[in-house]
């Protein structure tokens, strides 16, 4: 089991910048990936960013060159830093984990393991 405790978000105006942090514990080793997924009122969720243990990274189309994601193994804390934000980053946002490994950011929603969600409120 991996347990996933989010901290971080809120609210900030467009153009303006917040950061996300995730800790994990329990067990992940070996092979895995960890990020972070969205979903806003009336929308499907969706991948934003993802990070693997081979430290490869993808990104939803609409946020590449704003958010970045990281992860310091030595505290297990996953991050997003989320710059130049837009109105419609607007959503929960939610850190997932799986041991299945790869850098895909499409399925990260489908991720087993995902902490308890934090909203992002961008305003124009």
């Known amino acids: 089991q991996v347990q996933l405790v989010q901290s971080g978000g809120g609210s900030a105006q467009a153009g303006g910048s917040l950061r996300l942090s995730c800790v994990a514990s329990?067990?992940?080793?070996?092979?895995?990936?960890m990020g972070w997924f969205r979903q806003a009122p009336g929308k499907r969720r969706e991948g934003v960013a993802v990070?693997?243990?081979?430290?490869?990274?993808d990104y939803i189309d609409s946020v590449k060159g704003r958010f970045t994601i990281s992860l310091n193994t030595a505290n297990n804390t996953l991050y997003l830093q989320m710059d130049s934000l837009k109105p419609e980053d607007t959503g929960m946002y939610y850190c997932?984990?799986?041991?299945?490994?790869?850098?895909?950011?499409?399925?990260?929603?489908?991720?087993?393991?995902r902490g308890q969600g934090t909203q992002v409120t961008v305003s124009s």
């Open positions: 329990g067990h992940l080793y070996g092979s895995y990936s």
């Open positions: 990070i693997d243990s081979d430290g490869s990274t």
């Open positions: 997932a984990a799986d041991v299945r490994g790869g850098s895909v950011v499409s399925w990260v929603p489908d991720y087993n393991f």
